[in-house]
């Protein structure tokens, strides 16, 4: 099926082709005779090896002949006699892959025989197979599955087959089966902690220098490249869970209600937070790590108000098997308290067995902090939807001097603790940016890349105070080189958008002086003071760094080139998200938002929703497709009401989990949709405003 | 000045319903035995360019019928061959086109699949023990279509194919296989259709899989390989199940696709100027429906199938 030229070199001799044909026919027929008569004779199984000789993919044969060599095998007692039974199986599989390596129908042949264990296995023999074929083509990748099995079947040391990688990788460093193969053995030999491979610093550092050397012997190689990325990986990843950023931050002050003369005068001093309203508190932990097991006694709460009874603590994050750096839960307050009273709540998360990282660590980094609610009696009630919610376009917010949203330094709970691993991890990073800055990197796009994830990864570790500036410095250098890197490949282009916006979230991000150019206290006339962030215009085309947006609650990214909104699930607190002129294109791409309770004020306008019959976010988003919801409960209201299903199915689950006031949607290609704009405001009763107009 | 390619459709219907009654070829003779998947190959095709009712719906099913073995519940590849999950999945695939799953005895096959788990989660090809995560995403996606999940150990299947993910971010055809785009498609669907994406490293994988575009614009299989229409698939569909297929050049990856058109005869090649297959058009053809290309229907990334078929099938009461 591959390889094979259109137009013939010469012309086709009719009579010869017919009677290769002829035989072929004739052949397969006959064997699949003796197989369905369960005919064993030598003469029959010859027929079988005459076929396999020529087609090694006619599986049934395969087949037949396992059932011919147990029926036969099982009549002999003397042991030469099966080995010699056994010796003409493996002399099949032989001449099978002299005409296809790649037969899976061979190679399954030998395993299977292997496994009978009839009979001594020929170390000898299967070795020099291997070697003879992984010789003619080091690539075959049968051929090394069939070499991890041999190997654990002959009982081979992993330190033994790591030097046989080394020789391969000697012979041709450009050998990415060889490669893959020693980060397997490497894998294994770290968790058994075999002997010389207690150390994964130590392990780590030889392996550098390796793959340095055949790095800087051939840039152009590929699998090097790969190999690096993996042992970059290997040393940035985070050692134990922590917690990065939780909201209420340490030392915020909640409160239902506001005094509007404070507002006037700038002496706000507390966050109004609009869920007080309906007593409910929500407090969101941010880990550096997906982690799972938070719990009534992994997190403790300690206040004099008394919360419901089962405190519950929710995955915000796409869960794996329950893991989720993000989590949050929503405490309602049960009792009955005097109005304008302030009530701490302490919140610590101590050594725990129960909270454990998807890397297998427990959590030991013991933090605590408190924040404060005041409760209101007398209840403003002020409609803050009385009129559409206006994005304001002017450059200069109206900002308020003296009140400050949160300082970011408070946002983060635990100062990143130096330990020595930490800096044996920082060494080895400014180790190899050394060495790479060296490389001439005009043409090589992988030096380039390579330059930018260590700068970055080196800029992660930068996380606190006067450090920042360093962390900015390093996303600077990296920010160059991924602008080059649209230039030099321009094919994997968004790839580098992708890097950058991210890059730029950070930059922006992680420092209160850049950060507070696009943060301010908004007050509409009549309504109350929401933290609010413009990001707008800034070529982003993701939301990174979530856990510092935490405390936003209006949040304006308009004007830019999002396509996904993972991320935004952390942000409990926002009830405005402007995301319109994006490219968002489609309702499953959204799903992140229907996790945050309290959104009011959603504008999707003039993205691509409806514009793309292939949905990239399908399988993502919970959906019947991937058993994640049942369609017959999911979709049985709507049925009822005669809505198209299969149409607008995303549509359905995204809208009946919101509870907006207001929603702009023109500008997408599913708002021209006849009866679309009846579906939705079947959908979200408590819509007010719809596309700029009041709805009755 | 170049001529803007385009897709000949005609010629490859054309080329899709001959190349059905030619079996007497060496060619076709040393495939015989996969007749059933080039069934699914060449009829999901005809639907993809909305020529279904080229053929005749009956005739078909029919032949797809007289594949199957009532004693076991699976389908052989062709008529008189063994039965094994690779031609069961492509049965229930065209049936499925047809929306005559109704021919099936669906407890029996969906017993024929689910019998082959094995204890570790993975799944066995057939009777005979060979273990892959190719038959991990057969037996999910058929048990999938049929409603029959509930029969396996969905868990442990997906356990399975995690402990085949590599350092790489993609995956092999067993724990420790080298990651081969191919292997990766069943893995990134085995985890689609069970909910379980966020197993995925979707950065890494989808970076190692938009290394995949050569400098022709085609997609290969893995590091320092040629390119290959069916990567077109293969590559393209794990990338939009992990929402990262704007990472790769769509635009010349299309011209790579139309390239290997043999626009006289019809059919796709594997790449320029070799001779074509049904195998290849498939690819080819699903390929540019994952690229919205005009004309051609959208495919599900997941089940391999049109996507009105697995919406009926899965939105339908």
Redesign the interface.
């Given at each position: 099926?591959?390889?094979?030229?259109?137009?013939l070199a010469k012309p086709v001799d009719e009579e010869a082709?017919s009677a290769?044909?002829a035989k072929?026919?004739d052949l397969?027929v006959q064997v699949?005779q003796n197989?369905?008569s369960r005919t064993y004779t030598k003469e029959a199984i010859g027929l079988s090896f005459k076929l396999l000789e020529?087609?090694p993919?006619?599986?049934?044969a395969w087949?037949y002949r396992?059932l011919a060599f147990q029926h036969n095998v099982k009549e002999l007692s003397d042991p030469e006699a099966i080995r010699s039974a056994v010796d003409d199986e493996l002399r099949v599989v032989e001449v099978a892959l002299r005409q296809n390596p790649k037969s899976?129908g061979a190679w399954?042949h030998r395993?299977?025989l292997l496994n009978q264990k009839l009979t001594p296995v020929d170390s000898e023999r299967e070795f020099g197979l291997l070697d003879k074929l992984l010789k003619v083509d080091a690539?075959n990748?049968h051929g090394?599955?069939y070499r991890?099995f041999l190997a654990r079947f002959m009982g081979v040391p992993d330190e033994e087959e790591l030097k046989y990688t080394m020789d391969k990788i000697g012979d041709n460093f450009?050998n990415?089966?060889a490669w893959?193969?020693r980060?397997?053995l490497l894998?294994n030999l770290l968790i058994q902690q075999s002997k010389g491979f207690e150390s994964k610093q130590k392990v780590f550092s030889e392996e550098f220098e390796l793959v340095t050397q055949a790095l800087f012997t051939d840039p152009s190689?590929?699998?090097g490249w790969?190999y690096h990325?993996?042992l970059l990986?290997q040393t940035s990843t985070p050692d134990k869970p922590q917690l990065i950023a939780s909201w209420p931050c340490n030392g915020a002050k909640l409160s239902s209600s506001f005094i509007k003369e404070k507002v006037d005068q700038n002496t706000l001093s507390s966050i109004w937070c609009h869920s007080l309203k309906e007593r409910t508190v929500p407090i969101v932990l941010y880990f550096n790590e997906p982690v799972k097991g938070l719990n009534q006694s992994s997190v403790k709460l300690k206040s004099y108000l008394e919360f419901g009874k089962d405190i519950h603590w929710r995955a915000l994050s796409?869960?794996?098997?329950g893991y989720s750096n993000c989590w949050a839960t929503y405490l309602q307050i049960a009792n009955e308290c005097s109005s304008s009273q302030q009530y701490s709540v302490e919140v610590s998360i101590l050594c725990s067995e129960d909270i454990v990282s998807r890397s297998g660590s427990n959590y030991d980094s013991p933090v605590h902090f408190t924040f404060t609610i005041e409760l209101i009696s007398d209840s403003q009630d002020i409609d803050l939807f009385d009129k559409p919610v206006a994005w304001s376009c002017s450059e200069s917010l109206q900002s308020y001097g003296n009140c400050e949203p949160i300082p970011f330094d408070l946002l983060t709970i635990t100062s990143a603790l130096i330990e020595e691993e930490s800096n044996w991890h920082f060494e080895r990073l400014s180790e190899q940016i050394d060495l790479f800055r060296e490389l001439p990197d005009d043409n090589s796009k992988f030096v380039k890349l390579t330059l930018a994830r260590l700068l970055l990864a080196c800029a992660a570790m930068k996380s606190c105070g006067r450090s920042l500036i360093e962390r900015k410095r390093y996303c600077d250098e990296a920010l160059g080189h991924l602008s080059d890197l649209i230039h030099l490949d321009?094919?994997?282009?968004?790839?580098y958008e992708?890097e950058r916006s991210s890059v730029l979230m950070d930059k922006l991000t992680c420092d209160m002086e850049t950060f507070m150019k696009h943060c301010s206290v908004q007050v509409q006339p009549n309504s109350v003071p929401l933290n609010h962030v413009q990001l707008r215009g800034l070529s982003l085309t993701c939301v990174g760094f979530a856990e510092r947006l935490m405390w936003v609650q209006v949040l304006d990214l308009s004007h830019n080139s999002v396509?996904?909104v993972e991320g935004l699930e952390a942000l409990q607190q926002l009830v405005s998200l402007n995301i319109s002129n994006n490219q968002i294109s489609s309702f499953t791409?959204l799903e992140p938002l229907t996790k945050i309770m309290f959104l009011k004020v959603l504008d999707l306008s003039f993205n691509e929703i409806g514009a793309?019959?292939?949905d990239?976010?399908?399988?993502?988003c919970?959906s019947?497709?991937?058993?994640?919801i049942e369609?017959?409960e999911a979709?049985e209201q709507c049925?009822k009401k005669n809505f198209n299903?299969?149409e607008y199915?995303d549509a359905l689950l995204f809208f009946k989990s919101l509870k907006l006031k207001q929603l702009d949607i023109e500008g997408n290609a599913i708002a021209s949709k006849e009866n679309f704009r009846t579906l939705v405001m079947e959908l979200i009763p408590s819509l007010k405003w719809f596309d700029g107009e009041c709805v009755n | 000045m170049a001529e803007e390619a385009e897709l000949a459709a005609d010629q490859h219907v054309r080329y899709i319903v001959t190349v059905e009654k030619k079996k007497d070829s060496f060619e076709s003779l040393v495939m015989e035995h996969i007749r059933l998947n080039g069934a699914y190959w060449g009829l999901t095709t005809l639907d993809l360019l909305h020529k279904l009712h080229a053929v005749e719906a009956a005739e078909v099913v029919d032949w797809i019928m007289s594949c199957y073995h009532p004693e076991s519940g699976g389908f052989g590849g062709n008529v008189g061959h063994d039965p094994h999950v690779l031609y069961t999945l492509s049965a229930v695939q065209v049936l499925c086109l047809f929306d005559r799953l109704d021919v099936l005895d669906v407890e029996k096959v969906a017993d024929y699949v689910a019998g082959l788990q094995n204890e570790d989660g993975s799944f066995s090809g057939d009777i005979w023990g060979e273990v892959d995560t190719r038959f991990s995403y057969i037996a999910l996606c058929t048990l999938s279509l049929l409603h029959r999940l509930h029969k396996i150990d969905v868990q442990k299947a997906v356990d399975f194919v995690v402990s085949c993910k590599n350092l790489d971010g993609g995956f092999g055809a067993m724990p420790g296989g080298e990651s081969h785009a191919g292997q990766i498609f069943c893995c990134v669907g085995a985890l689609a259709i069970t909910g379980s994406l966020h197993h995925i490293d979707r950065d890494r994988l989808g970076w190692w899989l938009c290394e995949r575009q050569c400098k022709d614009g085609g997609l290969n299989g893995r590091p320092e390989k040629l390119a290959d229409v069916c990567y077109s698939w293969w590559v393209l569909s794990s990338l939009i199940m992990i929402d990262r297929v704007h990472w790769i050049d769509k635009k010349n990856l299309t011209k790579f696709i139309l390239n290997c058109q043999d626009k006289e005869n019809g059919g796709i090649s594997d790449r320029p100027d070799n001779a074509v297959d049904i195998y290849h058009t498939y690819f080819g053809v699903a390929g540019l429906s994952l690229m919205e290309y005009p004309g051609v229907k959208p495919m599900d990334p997941a089940y391999a199938l049109p996507l009105d078929v697995v919406n009926r099938i899965f939105l339908r009461k």
């Open positions: 099926m591959h390889g094979r030229p259109r137009r082709a290769k044909a072929l026919r397969q699949l197989h369905h020529i087609n993919e006619a599986y049934t087949n396992k899976y399954y395993k299977w690539r990748f090394w599955n991890r450009s990415y089966s893959h193969n980060s397997i894998s190689d590929q699998s790969f990325l993996w990986a796409m869960t794996d098997s321009p094919s994997h282009k968004q790839y992708d396509r996904s791409a793309h019959p292939i990239t976010t399908r399988y993502i919970s019947p497709f991937s058993h994640k369609a017959c979709f049925q299903v299969e199915w | -």
